[in-house]
């Protein structure tokens, strides 16, 4: 995938600029995203994902103003066949208003169809699409609402298989 981060960054913009609402009503849902925001996802459903035990290796939260994001990242402690480490990233964002988060996801989702084949996920929120090259990741983007999730993971195994990752993204889907 080629920068995909600064194209994503790029995708958000373009989605948030757009929208109507005052800035009071926007800074008044952000303040109540974020005094009852909680992570949805766990160690237990990473090391599902990695087919491995795994550490939690780094966070970060940023609030855009239009938006809230947080993000956890867990990589294993022993490396696979190619000396590489296993891990798996998290990233959770809210939207002050839902019509930004069905641009965002539309937006990304055909970025993500421009770098290989994508698949419709059923039952993990209002929409989802699944992505993998068959060799080094996989990747998920989710929304619910006004919130979306992405989950990537550079394990494919046969301990980490597509259907834990898809279990695992269901039941974070669940959770928010």
């Excluded at 609402?21 to 109540?32: C, H, N, T, V, Y």
Aim: hydrophobic share 40%.
């Amino acid at each position: 995938m080629k920068n995909t981060f600064s194209y994503s960054l790029l995708v958000l913009f373009a989605a948030l600029t757009s929208c109507g609402e005052s800035m009071e009503i926007k800074q008044a849902r952000l303040d109540s995203i974020q005094e009852t925001y909680q992570n949805p996802w766990n160690e237990t459903q990473a090391e599902l994902i990695v087919g491995k035990p795994v550490r939690f290796s780094e966070a970060g939260a940023s609030d855009m103003n239009m938006w809230y994001s947080h993000s956890a990242k867990f990589v294993s402690d022993s490396a696979d066949s190619s000396g590489r480490l296993s891990s798996v990233e998290f990233t959770f964002l809210e939207f002050i208003v839902t019509d930004s988060a069905i641009r965002s996801y539309s937006l990304n989702k055909a970025y993500y169809q421009k770098e290989g084949p994508t698949e419709e996920i059923a039952g993990i929120g209002e929409e989802a699409f699944f992505q993998t090259d068959d060799s080094l990741f996989y990747f998920l983007m989710a929304r619910k609402g006004s919130r979306e999730l992405r989950i990537k993971s550079d394990s494919i195994s046969v301990l980490a298989t597509k259907e834990n990752f898809i279990a695992a993204a269901r039941q974070i889907m669940e959770a928010m």
